[in-house]
């Protein structure tokens, strides 16, 4: 089964500073797909960046960008220019892309990363 | 487009009284999920429909809980009975085509049974 691990409970950056939120994961699948989603105190969960594992370069999302690396199966979040409405979680997530059927379809989520963003 | 919406927004209800959560998807989304998430267990998926149709149902926690999705615009999430250890957040997510990776949250059913 995979699994999806968020090393770093709780985060802090200043505002306009660069923080980079972790995330590893495991599987034995070779094509898959990787989310970040941002959840505010609203709740809502927001799609901030997906990543095709088949793909080599590093997805992009203006101050949003992964750094993405298959062999050690990590998948780290870097937010540029901080601002105070980046203040949120943070969840890392993993879908199969062998479509859906049984429990290939779901999404599976990391314990998350609280983010703080200090004035 | 409206987004999935959910309601209630919010819910408190006392043990052993039935729950009702219920869910609207994007107009054309022809997948539905249900999550569920807690601190102590993170997002949890409960159930996925394609088509109205239950596909896997093997996060539904007991038999307390069901779902059923009448129509392709409408699902509902049953609690009965109610039970403290069931508050959590529910969300009702959807997506399209069975390709799609982009599931779109709603903003979330807050239940809380006392």
């Known amino acids: 089964a995979q699994t999806v691990t968020q090393s770093q409970p709780e985060m802090s950056v200043q505002e306009a500073e660069t923080v980079t939120l972790s995330c590893t994961y495991d599987t034995s699948e070779s094509d898959y797909y990787l989310f970040w989603y941002k959840q505010p105190p609203s709740r809502q969960m927001i799609l901030v960046i997906r990543?095709?594992?088949?793909?080599?370069q590093n997805a992009t999302e203006n101050r949003f960008s992964v750094n993405f690396q298959k062999a050690a199966k990590s998948f780290s979040l870097k937010i540029s220019d901080s601002q105070l409405g980046d203040a949120a979680m943070y969840f890392c997530a993993y879908r199969s892309a062998y479509g859906y059927g049984g429990s290939q379809g779901n999404l599976i989520f990391g314990k998350g990363t609280k983010l703080s963003v200090k004035p | 487009d409206a987004g999935v919406i959910q309601s209630p927004r919010h819910e408190v209800t006392e043990m052993g009284q039935e729950v009702t959560l219920r869910c609207k998807p994007i107009s054309g989304h022809d997948y539905l999920f249900w999550y569920r998430q807690t601190m102590m267990r993170g997002l949890e998926l409960l159930i996925y429909?394609?088509?109205?149709?239950?596909?896997?149902d093997s996060g539904m926690p007991e038999d307390r809980f069901s779902a059923k999705m009448p129509n392709a615009s409408f699902s509902t999430l049953k609690i009965q009975p109610s039970e403290p250890r069931d508050s959590a957040v529910y969300f009702c997510a959807s997506s399209s085509s069975i390709l799609s990776y982009e599931q779109y949250f709603g903003p979330g059913t807050r239940l809380t049974v006392t």
């Open positions: 429909f394609n088509n109205n149709v239950p596909i896997d």
């Open positions: 990543q095709e594992a088949y793909k080599q």
